[in-house]
């Protein structure tokens, strides 16, 4: 099982690019890391996926390393509607083994 | 286009009681997953459905059943609640391989007195 591990919480301002990482030590061969964001009271959504190196799309980018045992959410420029909690979750072929992390509270603050 | 769509949104049951929570998508997806979130956690899977008539078991199965009678629609069955199962579900689905982007429902609130 891919075991991910991410801080409790982060703080940031306005206007100011935030880095989240999550740690995958025993990420599998087959296995693509994705974020999702989630305010209170409703129902993850899909940020971004990657399996190596480097994505980007319109919201976020994802760093992965080479060994992949860790991966970095980059949010550009964060506004007071970021303020949520961010999981990253990895996984593929098993449902037994598709992992969320237990996520990290971003607070943007004005 | 509705998305994913729960019921109900709250329930509250005695112990020993059964109920069942019902999914729905409009995507035409083949894979399914029922999620359960613990106050302060992350989702960990219940079970998950490839495909109409396909399961297969997550992290935490135990004390669950799922039936996915067609492509649109899964559900997951609470036999005898136990205080332990108190928790929000969530219904997820993707349209390809387990793992790809997935949409959640809004959530279904249990309590278990």
């Known amino acids: 099982l891919a075991k991910t591990t991410q801080p409790i919480s982060m703080d940031s301002y306005e206007g100011q690019e935030v880095n989240i990482t999550c740690s995958h030590n025993?990420?599998?061969?087959?296995?693509?890391i994705t974020w999702y964001q989630q305010f209170p009271s409703q129902g993850p959504r899909f940020i971004i996926q990657?399996?190596?190196t480097k994505v980007t799309n319109e919201v976020a980018s994802l760093f992965i390393p080479a060994d992949r045992k860790s991966s970095t959410l980059s949010l550009p420029r964060v506004s007071l509607s970021d303020t949520a909690v961010y999981y990253c979750?990895?996984?593929?072929?098993?449902?037994?083994?598709?992992?969320f992390g237990s996520g990290t509270q971003l607070t943007v603050l004005p | 286009n509705a998305g994913v769509t729960q019921t109900p949104k709250f329930q509250v049951l005695k112990t020993g009681q059964s109920m069942t929570l019902q999914c729905a998508q409009d995507?035409?997806?083949?894979?399914m997953y029922w999620y359960r979130q613990d106050p302060g956690m992350g989702l960990r899977l219940i079970y998950y459905?490839?495909?109409?008539?396909?399961?297969d078991k997550g992290e935490v199965p135990n004390g669950y059943n799922v039936s996915r009678l067609n492509k649109r629609e899964f559900s997951l069955r609470l036999e005898s609640a136990a205080p332990s199962q108190t928790s929000v579900y969530f219904c997820?689905?993707?349209?390809?391989?387990?793992?790809?982007?997935?949409?959640f429902g809004p959530g279904t609130r249990l309590t278990v007195l």
């Open positions: 459905s490839a495909s109409e008539g396909t399961t």
């Open positions: 990657g399996y190596k």
């Open positions: 025993n990420i599998a061969t087959n296995d693509y």
């Open positions: 979750l990895v996984g593929s072929g098993s449902a037994r083994q598709l992992t």
């Open positions: 995507m035409n997806h083949n894979s």
């Open positions: 997820a689905s993707s349209g390809g391989l387990i793992g790809d982007e997935q949409f």
